[in-house]
Every structure is written in structure tokens, then in C-alpha cells.
């Protein structure tokens, strides 16, 4: 097993206001699989594991990096602007597929495929704002998106 992954993760749980059942499903499923396999690598510590924290300050994603074996630490601040108007598109876009769940089976599979694609446009985005500083691949970056978008459940 590579030594550039995640080792731990947690999530500044402060901010966030009771989730749905659906939500805190989502968040429990996000983390095992990110635990479970992960593909991250912090440039500037280069010598993971790493134990990260996730937390929105000041409308800024904040990624708390420690690396496990050395102590080392850094701290990347992201301005969210450029995923606000995909998690809002997101957010609509689960409301309309857990509503189709209880009464419209016939339209999940293409709220379904809609919800992925936004999903992946975040977690492409995502990638794109942590290049050079953090390389993770894409189904980290999925899993990330989603931790990402729970910590925006207002």
C-alpha cells in the first residue's frame, strides 16, 4: 500500500446543523471508501500518511494536512467560489432524487445520471483547484466533493 494517502479523516462537525438520514449516509459511505482506497499526495510534505481535518472558515475550504510518521503540518485555504454554484446544483438536483425515490421510480435513473454528472464536475473541479499542492485521483476526489458538500448542509 502507497504511503501517499490518507491515513485518518474528520470533519469540522461545528458548523454543521442535523443532517438528513440520507445525508449522513452519504458522509459514513464517503469516508469508509476514502479510507478503504485513496490516492492522496500534500506537495509540500510529500511523506505520507496523512491525517487530514475538513472545515469551511470564513466561506474558505480548509484542508489541515498532518503527516503521520513526522508531525509535520500544512494548511491549505481554497476559495469556495469555484464549487458554490455546482454544490447548489448538486444540493437540488439529491432533493429531486430522494423525492423520486419515495414516489416516482420511473425518473431515478435519469435524476440518477444527472446527479453524477454534477458530482463529477465537482470532484473535476475540485482536482483542478488542488493541483500542484495536493494530487489526488479521481475517486478521491469524488469522496472528497462529497465530504465537501456536507459540510455545506445548512
Request: hydrophobic share 35%; with cysteine; glycine share 4%.
Amino acid at each position: 500500500m502507497t504511503s501517499e494517502r490518507i491515513a485518518t479523516i474528520t470533519m469540522d462537525e461545528g458548523s454543521v446543523k442535523r443532517r438528513s438520514p440520507e445525508a449522513e449516509h452519504e458522509r459514513n459511505v464517503a469516508i469508509a471508501d476514502l479510507l478503504h482506497e485513496n490516492r492522496f499526495e500534500a506537495t509540500c510534505l510529500k511523506c505520507g500518511p496523512y491525517d487530514l481535518k475538513l472545515s469551511i472558515e470564513e466561506g474558505r475550504l480548509a484542508f489541515d494536512i498532518k503527516a503521520v510518521e513526522t508531525g509535520k503540518t500544512a494548511r491549505l485555504a481554497l476559495s469556495m467560489q469555484p464549487l458554490r454554484s455546482i454544490i447548489r446544483d448538486y444540493f437540488i438536483i439529491c432533493e429531486s432524487y430522494y423525492e423520486a425515490l419515495k414516489s416516482s421510480p420511473t425518473k431515478i435513473e435519469a435524476i440518477d445520471m444527472g446527479r453524477r454528472g454534477v458530482h463529477n464536475e465537482g470532484s473535476e473541479v475540485l482536482q483542478s483547484m488542488l493541483k500542484d499542492r495536493i494530487t489526488i485521483d479521481f475517486p478521491t476526489s469524488r469522496r472528497l466533493f462529497t465530504l465537501i458538500c456536507v459540510l455545506h448542509i445548512k
